[in-house]
């Protein structure tokens, strides 16, 4: 399907994205939608036409855990309510924890990147068919940003990237401005993995601003987008032309005219970068390459299957196919436009909405969850709890990893609480942070609030008697087995009136 140029709808930005011209598509949060109806500025731009997609960022389905069913039926509900082509997710993973650790169950409120390893792919894979079976669309997987690497990983990023549609046939969400967070960060060449990652398995594009502070960059999506991001869109371009491509803008929300001149920059750079993509396929390596590919390809899947991948790094016949696939991969995005020509393959990984059958549904190796919930758990906890770094890790990125989701954490919390800050002033960031510190996030964000309040409530960390009554009430209204009557606030509210007098 092609979508076109888009925007993300944030409501912050709602009357601004109505009023743009030539927006064919928006993307929403999914989990800041209501399941059962829309915004009125949502309805509006369907009555017009605009396609919307609804955007996860909570299952988490890089995790070690299964898919928890009532996530994925809350993302279904909207897709039905949106009557949306698809569903887009990120592979990461949010959570860690629980039963499958016998530890407490931690949240880290952002993306966090899974390890490139044959176990976390096989965990990924299971639980992305999972998802697709209880989905009533097709489904696109984002890559991520990160701050971090792990250790030991097996796989490139397109490497990766490239198995997971091969087992899957899941689409493609490719984050341009995350490739370009990566090559700062991780060091990783954005082109190389746009060589070995399937171009055609794209759905779309998202174009990202974010900011470089200290040799790190931080994807903040509330900087205009760079030349180095465009870059890497060109780069894309050139190997194929993406179905549809989307401005990502999540805070310090500019005015409607800068939104619309950075869509008129988006829109430039892919015109710029078209012919090029002609050139590139001429000058592919052929025929030839491609069958080897594909042939190298289906080795890989079928041949070794779910239980011969348990066992890769003791079986180098196995491992020798992996090669030549990536060999093949590498030769280029022309080689891999010769796969329309097998229609039979190509239909199978190109439409996820029509499900394997039982027997070709992936299934992790036995151990591979266990493992992957261990290592995910120890990272997870190092980060929000403060335990110590596991081996290997780079202790100064973890450092500003465990940072900027303490950061994200205040800001995400003042959002959905914003009288929090409001009652507690300039004090309010020093305290969330130090809060932050030894506390992790266990139950979401408005839990976090409450959970805040009680802490600065108990330590008495507020002299300000008039702030402490405040917060005492909040605190109350939110957490009590019943919330207190109208008559009560009245009165509240007029007692705050007098003394503030």
Request: net charge neutral; charged share 25%.
């Amino acid at each position: 399907m092609k979508l076109g140029i888009g925007i993300g709808w944030r409501p912050e930005i709602a009357a601004e994205v109505e009023a743009l011209k030539g927006i064919d598509w928006v993307e929403a949060v999914a989990e800041n939608l209501c399941a059962d109806h829309l915004p009125d500025s949502l309805v509006r731009l369907r009555e017009r036409g605009v396609t919307v997609v609804p955007h996860g960022v909570s299952l988490g389905l890089g995790g070690a855990d299964r898919p928890d069913a009532e996530r994925l039926a809350g993302l279904a509900a909207r897709a039905e309510l949106l009557g949306t082509p698809l569903v887009t997710e990120h592979i990461a993973f949010v959570r860690a924890g629980g039963p499958l650790t016998a530890s407490p169950r931690l949240e880290a409120g952002h993306l966090l990147p899974v390890p490139r390893t044959w176990d976390a792919l096989a965990v990924l894979c299971e639980n992305v068919r999972i998802a697709q079976d209880a989905l009533p669309v097709p489904l696109a997987l984002e890559n991520i940003a990160a701050l971090i690497s792990w250790p030991d990983e097996e796989l490139t990023e397109g490497q990766f990237l490239a198995e997971l549609v091969e087992r899957t046939g899941v689409r493609l969400l490719i984050d341009v401005a995350n490739l370009h967070t990566n090559h700062v960060n991780r060091g990783e060449d954005p082109a190389k993995a746009l060589d070995e990652l399937p171009v055609e398995a794209i759905a779309y594009v998202h174009v990202a601003g974010g900011v470089e502070k200290n040799g790190v960059w931080h994807d903040t999506h509330a900087h205009p987008v760079t030349a180095p991001v465009l870059d890497v869109l060109a780069e894309l371009r050139s190997r194929v032309d993406p179905p549809g491509v989307l401005l990502e803008r999540d805070d310090a929300f500019p005015p409607g005219a800068e939104l619309a001149a950075e869509l008129e920059t988006i829109r430039a750079t892919l015109r710029a970068a078209g012919p090029a993509a002609e050139a590139r396929t001429v000058r592919s390596t052929g025929t030839e390459a491609r069958t080897t590919g594909a042939g190298a390809r289906v080795a890989c899947t079928t041949a070794t299957g779910a239980g011969a991948r348990t066992g890769r790094t003791a079986e180098p016949d196995a491992r020798a196919a992996r090669t030549t696939a990536t060999e093949a991969r590498t030769a280029g995005a022309g080689a891999r436009t010769a796969r329309t020509a097998e229609p039979d393959a190509h239909a199978a990984r190109t439409a996820p909405a029509e499900a394997a059958t039982p027997a070709d549904t992936p299934v992790a190796p036995p151990g591979a969850r266990d493992r992957t919930a261990v290592a995910q758990t120890a990272l997870l906890s190092a980060l929000v709890a403060g335990t110590p770094a596991p081996e290997r890790f780079d202790h100064r990125r973890l450092r500003v990893q465990s940072r900027a989701l303490a950061a994200k954490r205040a800001g995400v919390v003042a959002k959905v609480a914003p009288e929090l800050p409001e009652i507690l002033g300039d004090g309010y960031r020093a305290a969330f942070l130090a809060y932050a510190k030894s506390r992790p996030m266990s139950g979401g964000y408005r839990r976090d609030a409450l959970d805040f309040a009680e802490h600065v409530l108990i330590s008495g960390g507020l002299p300000d008697p008039v702030a402490q009554r405040r917060l005492t009430h909040w605190w109350e209204d939110r957490s009590g087995i019943r919330p207190p009557r109208r008559t009560t606030r009245l009165v509240r509210a007029a007692r705050a009136v007098l003394v503030g007098k």
